[in-house]
């Protein structure tokens, strides 16, 4: 078994990716489009290097306020960020954005290590599968709604 679980989703948008891109790097504006996750502080300036804290809301025992990492920040094209709990488990959340037949292809994924990682995914994998696509349902949404 991979002792580095993956989760990813795939998502086509009929928008641009430098659409896509503001709605995804609008940190302040997530708790009005994501289900489950709003940024409670938020910098004025986002590089690589940034902290990011973010609550956590999806009714599961990893609800609760976090702490990222912004590792990459290219527009239109990559943002990544890492965060967890050092040691047991963390992962790396990273977003790609590809022009596709007139809109973007997003691809969300989220690679997992440390210790707990493969305890902690694998039981809940279904589950999280199905929360990644549900996030990309949103931002389609979000998007092609024009809201």
Known sequence: MDNNPVI??????AASPEEVWKVLTDFAGYAQWHPDLSFVEVPA???PGTLLRARLSNGSEMDGEYDFTVLHYEAPRRLAWEGGVPGVVTGEHSFLLDPHDGGTRVTD??????PAAVDAVEPNRAKMEENGASYGRALKERLESGH
Request: charged share 25%.
């Open 109 to 114: 994924s989220e690679k997992f290590s440390g």
């Open 45 to 47: 300036e986002v590089l």
């Open 8 to 13: 990813s989703t795939v998502t086509d948008i």
